[in-house]
Structures are given as structure tokens and as C-alpha cells.
């Protein structure tokens, strides 16, 4: 049995029942009827040390075709592959998703965003598999919220088309590199799953975080970074329960002090006691 821990940035969790690659819609679609968990680059769930008692699809079904201002994507390909190709086709309008490690699956799951731009923005329709039927939803039929969509649980992504605009292939680099450099700048680098909060309305989490003094605290191999308090890194060893202690620590001192309910944007995956 295979330690998914190899399958997710953080670098944590324990085995799954049985780990299948899918490196097409046809294996997805298979893996899914099977009732598995779909993984696509695990940059945004926390797995259990005790693992998934199921399969667990790794998606690693990775197309592009792009066709007028259409760009159409298997639901494996990697953001940061997706924005580097589509700048080479001189297509703009998804810089902004250069250094997210996830797929385009998983993007669209999380609605995920960055300065100021998100997946809703820019989606057009995403192809999925639901109750072993292929539907065609458009981005009104998604559910997009902040960091959210009606995507659930059993559900796969297989492909999702993004509205792009002409542009000039070397601007659109120069504005990639610019937004690589920022991210660069705030982020730290080592095993993390991103941010662990979602934005409460109004509140900047990290400086709440900050401000109550967690920058650099750690529970065994789990670390609050020094350079963004959003993110917990696993400086080494990091278990999913040290990463837990963690989270629920911050989750308390935020509660008493601030009177602020933090609520994950990580996935839990697997039993936690
Ligand atoms: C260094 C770092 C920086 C990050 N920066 C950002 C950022 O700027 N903005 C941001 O929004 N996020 C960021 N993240 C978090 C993460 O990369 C995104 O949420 C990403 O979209 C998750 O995609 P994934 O493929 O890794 O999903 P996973 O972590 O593999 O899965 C997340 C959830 O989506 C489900 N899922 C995955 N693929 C599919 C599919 N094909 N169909 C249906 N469900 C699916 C999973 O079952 C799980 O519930 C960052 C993470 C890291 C480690």
C-alpha cells in the first residue's frame, strides 16, 4: 500500500486502500464509478496519518486545446502548466494562476483565486462527471463563492474551458514573471498546503494570526510560517495530527480573543480523532 503523503504538498498522510493514476477521462470516469476520491496535485487537503480507507484516483489527465478564445483543459493539467502554455499561445487572462500547485480540477473545486482574480472569473463551462452521467455546467450552474463551488464530494472535474483574450506573447510573460516574483516574495517556500484559512468577510486572517502571536510557533514537525501566518509548513517529520493540534490551537486562541470562528479552506481527507 502507497503512502499518499508522496501525493500531497504537504508531504503528509498514510496509505489508501488502493491508489489508481488516471491519465485520461475515460480512467477518471472509471475511478469515479468506483466511488473514489479524486487527488489532483493534493496542494490544498490535510490527509489523516491513518490514511483513506477507499481508492483514491490520482488525476493526472493533462490536455490543452485551445480554439479561438477558448482554452479547454483535462482537469489534471497543472495550473502552473496551463498558464505558462497559454502565454506561449499568446492567450491571456490566467497569469494570475502561476505557482498554484493544483490542477485545473481542483481549481475549479476551490474556486481558486489569487490577486484579485479567481477561476469564476475566467470559466466558462467545466464537463462533469456526476451520478454516472457527463454533464456540461456553465459557470452560472457552478455555485461559485469564495473559495467554494457546487462541485461535491463523488463529483470529478474531467475538463474545464476558460475564456482567454489576445494579447502579445511577451507581455504576457513579463506580467507571468511579475506575479511568479510576488509570489515569491510573500510565500514561503517548503511542504505546505497553501493557506489554511479562508478570509473571514473584512478580515485579513494572517494578521489576526500574527497578532496573536503564532509566527513561527510549532507543534512537533508543524510550523507557522515566519513569512505568512496562513500557511503551516512541515519543517520536517510533520505528522497530520501535529498539523491538527496546530489548527485547532489557532482556531481557539482566534475564538477567545478576537471573538473570529476561522473556518478551514484545507480539505480534511481521512479520520481525524
Ligand atoms: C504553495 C501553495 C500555494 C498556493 N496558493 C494558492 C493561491 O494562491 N490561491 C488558491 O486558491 N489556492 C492556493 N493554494 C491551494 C491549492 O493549490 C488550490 O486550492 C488548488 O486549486 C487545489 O488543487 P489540487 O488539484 O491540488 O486539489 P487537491 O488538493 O488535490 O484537492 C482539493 C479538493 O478538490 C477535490 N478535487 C481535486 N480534483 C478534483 C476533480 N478533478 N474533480 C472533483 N474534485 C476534485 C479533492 O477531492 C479535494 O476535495 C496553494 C497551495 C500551495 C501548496
Redesign the pocket.
Known amino acids: 500500500m502507497e503512502r499518499l503523503s508522496a501525493y500531497t ?1 504537504f508531504g503528509i498522510g498514510g496509505a489508501a486502500r488502493e491508489t489508481v493514476i488516471a491519465d485520461c477521462a475515460a480512467r477518471l470516469q472509471e475511478c469515479v464509478c468506483r466511488g473514489a ?9 490535510l490527509v489523516s496519518d491513518d490514511g483513506y480507507d477507499g481508492v483514491v484516483c490520482i ?1 493526472r489527465f493533462g490536455s490543452l486545446t485551445v480554439s479561438g478564445d477558448l482554452a479547454v483543459a483535462g ?1 489534471g493539467l497543472r ?1 502552473g502548466v496551463l498558464s505558462n502554455m497559454l502565454a506561449e499561445y499568446g492567450r491571456a487572462g490566467l497569469e494570475w494562476a502561476v ?5 485545473v ?3 475549479v ?2 474556486n ?3 490577486f484579485g482574480s479567481c477561476v469564476a472569473d475566467r470559466l466558462v463551462y467545466a464537463d462533469v462527471f456526476r451520478d454516472g452521467k457527463l454533464l456540461r455546467l456553465y459557470n452560472a450552474e457552478l455555485g461559485f463563492g469564495y ?1 467554494t463551488s457546487a ?1 461535491v ?1 463523488g ?3 474531467v475538463s474545464a474551458a476558460f475564456r482567454t483574450d489576445s494579447g502579445d506573447v511577451n507581455e504576457i510573460k513579463r506580467r507571468t514573471a511579475e506575479i511568479a516574483a510576488k509570489r515569491a516574495a510573500t ?1 514561503p517556500l517548503g511542504k ?4 489554511v484559512f479562508k478570509n473571514p468577510d473584512g478580515i485579513h486572517i494572517a494578521e489576526l494570526i500574527e497578532r496573536a502571536g503564532f509566527k513561527g510557533y510549532a507543534v512537533g514537525g508543524a510550523k507557522v510560517s515566519e513569512k505568512h501566518a496562513n500557511i503551516i509548513v512541515n519543517i520536517g517529520g510533520a505528522t497530520a495530527k501535529d498539523v491538527r493540534a496546530l489548527i485547532d490551537r489557532i482556531k481557539n486562541e482566534l475564538l477567545c480573543r478576537y471573538d473570529v470562528a476561522a473556518k478551514e479552506e484545507i ?1 480534511y481527507i481521512g479520520e481525524f480523532s
Do not use: H
Open positions: 504538498t476520491l479524486i487527488l489532483g496535485g493534493g496542494s490544498n487537503v488525476n482537469s495550473l505557482g498554484i500547485p493544483g490542477t480540477g481542483g481549481a473545486r476551490m481558486a483565486g489569487a473559495r462541485i464530494g463529483d470529478a472535474v510565500q505546505s498546503a497553501g493557506s480539505v
